[in-house]
């Protein structure tokens, strides 16, 4: 068996594996993904697993940023996992698991995030359930007795369609709003990214100078799909949500991803019978001491706790540490054994990363120790996701 690289005389066979993974892509799709599946290529981000001149397993590394507590941190996103079905069952994931795992290394990326379709190959490369995407169902007729509307005088909030040109402007405007709001989980896909995102077909989005919405209809034009949504003030997110409000008389239903603490949530008048749908993504610690030192943590919080680590994929992660915590950042030192220390695996680190209680990491097995509720207090976040991919 042979790694490389796929390129493009790959793409036929790698669109085969996805056929029959997760079912064929019309001409269309396949038209539409086209330029980003060139660039990946280009970039060496797509590994194959040949048997022979057969493809038998590929997968996808994407640089992406991950916000964690307001900061930015470098991270590999991994995508597009297929193995052949005769091919299953022996390994093969699990080998390119381990392959992808050392390109997001060798790329200097300290975190990795994807969304599992089955967590035990997964679990078994270290990654642990981190965070969700949260869809948010509610009646659009909701959002048109926003609590504060006509609060503000028409035309206050200045909001303007947006396109392909706005790229560079929305993806500014969105990190500016992570930013300020300490936000956990959301994923900066760059402007390439955005600038295809806002080309897509049948795509509504607005921009304002503190907020960004992007919606569509959904499938049997019963209401209307807020794909994503951040508002940097109370003004912002009336005026943004309103557009989407003043459809009711179409739209019956609005689905929305969106944080579970969204202020959009607290602006509703009313919020009963809220139906909100998960889906878990997990989170791998590639470079321990690097994704402490690039995060955000709490300003309040200060802790010095002695760690250790058990990662046998990652040796740079294993051992004794001292995580030191102040002024919202943090850092992990080289440390003598300590009796006291909090005992994790590299699973436990990673959910202890996103903001999993202690309390339920240390009932689920996940570390050992009696962890100080410091620790917890440090990393305490619920994050989110806008992205599928
Ligand atoms: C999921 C997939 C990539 C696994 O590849 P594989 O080569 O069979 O994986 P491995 O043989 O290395 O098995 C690794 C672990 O995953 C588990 N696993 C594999 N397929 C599984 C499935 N369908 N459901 C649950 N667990 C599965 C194995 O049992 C093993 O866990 P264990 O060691 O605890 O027993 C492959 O089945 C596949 O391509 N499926 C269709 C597409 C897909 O789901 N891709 C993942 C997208 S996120």
Request: net charge neutral.
């Amino acid at each position: 068996m042979e790694i490389r690289c796929l390129a493009d005389e790959d793409r036929d066979a790698q669109f085969d594996l996805r056929a029959r993974a997760f079912g064929p892509m019309s001409a269309a799709d396949r038209d539409r993904v086209r330029p980003l599946v060139e660039q990946d290529y280009a970039a060496g981000n797509v590994l194959g697993i040949f048997d022979g001149a057969r493809l038998i397993a590929s997968g996808r590394y994407m640089p992406i940023e991950q916000w964690w507590h307001g900061a930015a941190v470098p991270a590999g996103g991994v995508a597009s996992v297929y193995v052949a079905p005769e091919d299953r069952g022996r390994g093969v994931g699990t080998r390119l698991m381990t392959a992808l795992i050392e390109l997001i290394a060798e790329r200097g990326r300290p975190l990795s995030v994807l969304y599992p379709a089955t967590a035990p190959l997964y679990r078994r490369a270290g990654y642990e359930h981190g965070g969700a995407q949260h869809w948010v169902s509610f009646r659009t007729e909701a959002l048109r007795s926003l609590d504060g509307a006509g609060r503000e005088p028409a035309g206050t909030v200045k909001v303007r369609r947006a396109g392909p040109a706005d790229a560079a402007e929305v993806v500014a405007v969105v990190r500016a709003v992570h930013a300020a709001a300490g936000d956990a989980g959301p994923l900066d896909r760059g402007e390439a990214f955005v600038r295809w995102f806002l080309d897509s077909p049948d795509l509504f989005a607005y921009l304002a100078d503190d907020g960004f919405i992007a919606y569509y209809w959904n499938d049997d034009r019963s209401g209307l799909v807020v794909d994503i949504a951040v508002a940097g003030s109370a003004a912002t997110a009336r005026a943004l949500w309103s557009l989407v409000g003043s459809g009711s008389s179409t739209a019956e239903t609005v689905r929305a991803r969106i944080s579970p603490h969204d202020p959009i949530l607290w602006l509703l008048r009313d919020r009963t019978d809220e139906r909100v749908t998960r889906s878990s993504w997990m989170l791998r610690i590639i470079d321990a001491p690097a994704a402490i030192a690039a995060r955000g943590f709490p300003v309040g919080v200060a802790a010095e706790v002695p760690l250790i680590v058990h990662d046998a994929l990652r040796p740079g992660n294993a051992g004794s540490w001292r995580l030191i915590v102040a002024g919202g950042r943090g850092r992990l030192e080289r440390a003598p054994q300590s009796a006291a220390a909090v005992r994790m695996t590299e699973r436990g680190l990673a959910a202890l990363y996103a903001g999993v209680p202690v309390a339920t990491l240390s009932r689920s097995g996940l570390l050992d120790g009696g962890a100080p509720a410091v620790l917890g207090a440090a990393f305490a976040t619920t994050p989110f996701m806008l992205d599928d991919f």
